[in-house]
């Protein structure tokens, strides 16, 4: 079985959609299939054509000169078009899988009707939910509205469509597509690349100021659907009952300079700790700093729809979190058992939970406990990945071990 994936981005690059494609590639590999990989122009510019990261080869695409909306989009789409077409006519796949976001399935769809090869088309998140949240483009204009029509289209002409949640299924449903056209692959974990978490080292902890502190805290990137100015709202109520309280905000983003700037006028800058992006082979050591980690993610289309990974990495770590009670979250967290819902929006609603975790921590241990067995039975790659071999097998014609 050979499989041509095409990506947005991958590694080296660090996000939720490179750790996840990494994992998926190096499953589909543990299960004997050939995958293949290339990269949109938007990897940006890199030293070669080919290149080996971790053990996987990706093959990339030129990067051409930025242009004004709309004459950008379709450069980048001509050039993967044709690099696609390039590889596909070398490498004769057996399936042509495109993942999010939908620049990449139109490629596929051409460069698949001329080779006569099949087309599969993974959504990770629709691309004019995530631009809302960017900035840029606005829920219901002509741009949104001209985005989800392209997502429809690609949708009803590839072969089938996978997608990561429930959420992100029934909206695929909705729209007209075949419920026997949509598979889920689950968001997951390799349990086995996460360490339970371990003691906070002193000498980062003296760094960061936290000697003697309480730590809430977030690793990751800063947008604007994560909710962090819900956290940064609610942090003066938890201080005045726990004065002894630290936030500990790990990473960066669109939002910081506007999170920076709300510590400053809610008047809790000194008691708040912006590290800024860490080194990936550091992040470990910063969450052994936090005693209980926020996912206080707003409610919109994009999080009520998709699944978040950092809940699933979190457990498989072993640690605490609360988290806003969105579609997203709910369809991974059993409340009160695996972690701590709160509703969405609600800064009293936050610190009463953030209060009511630190307030009882008797209940830790059977949490970390429920979470981690969650994720080794359940949410693990190995699971998740199986779901493609049938849709796969079905497609090539061939035998799938």
């Known amino acids: 079985m050979r499989i041509l994936h095409i990506l ?31 990269t949109s122009p938007k990897q940006g510019e890199t030293a070669t054509w080919v290149e080996e990261v971790d053990g996987l080869r990706f093959y990339r695409c030129p990067v051409p000169e930025a242009g004004p909306a709309g004459i950008n989009e379709l450069r980048l789409m001509r050039i993967t078009e044709a690099r696609l077409e390039q590889l596909a ?8 899988h495109a993942h999010s976001p939908v620049l990449n399935v139109i490629p596929a769809i051409r460069v698949g009707k001329r080779l006569g090869i099949p087309v599969v088309y993974e959504i990770r998140a629709f691309w004019e939910d995530a631009a809302v949240d960017h900035g840029s483009t606005a829920e219901g204009s002509l741009r949104y509205r001209a985005t989800r029509a392209m ?26 597509v075949p419920s026997a056209k949509v598979t ?68 960066g983003g669109p939002q910081d300079a506007n999170l920076k700037a709300q510590a400053r006028r809610l008047g809790v800058a000194d008691k708040i700790v912006f590290t800024g992006r860490v080194p990936h082979s550091e992040v470990s050591r910063y ?8 996912y206080p993610r707003h409610s919109m289309r994009l999080t009520e729809l998709v699944t978040p ?29 695996t972690g701590k819902l709160f509703k969405a929006g609600s800064a009293d609603a936050l610190a009463a939970a953030i209060g009511d975790m630190l307030s009882h921590r008797e209940r830790w241990p059977m949490m970390r406990s429920a979470g981690r067995d ?17 849709v796969y097998r079905r497609l090539a014609g061939v035998t799938v071990d």
């Open 8 to 38: 947005d981005h991958s590694i080296p690059l660090h996000s939720g959609y490179t750790f996840r494609t990494a994992a998926i590639l190096r499953e589909q590999r543990a299960l004997g299939w050939e995958t293949f990989h290339l």
């Open 89 to 96: 006519r070398e490498l004769k796949p057996d399936v042509l």
């Open 151 to 176: 997502e429809t289209w690609a949708l009803k002409r590839v072969s089938h469509a996978f997608t990561i949640c429930e959420g992100l299924r029934a909206d695929i449903v909705a729209r007209g």
């Open 184 to 251: 889920v692959i689950p968001n997951a974990v390799d349990v086995e690349g996460f360490q339970l978490s371990g003691e906070p080292d002193p000498e980062l902890r003296r760094q960061l100021g936290l000697e003697g502190c309480t730590t809430v805290g977030f690793v990751g990137s800063f947008y604007a659907y994560e909710g962090l100015d819900l956290l940064l709202d609610a942090f003066p109520a938890l201080l005045q009952k726990r004065p002894e309280l630290r936030l500990l905000l790990v990473g």
């Open 287 to 294: 969450y052994d700093q936090i005693d209980l980690l926020a």
């Open 309 to 337: 990974l950092k809940p699933l990495e979190a457990m498989a770590q072993g640690r605490l979190f609360v988290a806003s009670d969105v579609g997203g979250h709910k369809e991974l967290i059993r409340d009160g058992e």
């Open 374 to 390: 969650f994720v080794e039975r359940v949410r693990n790659w190995k699971n998740s990945v199986a779901n493609y071999a049938p």
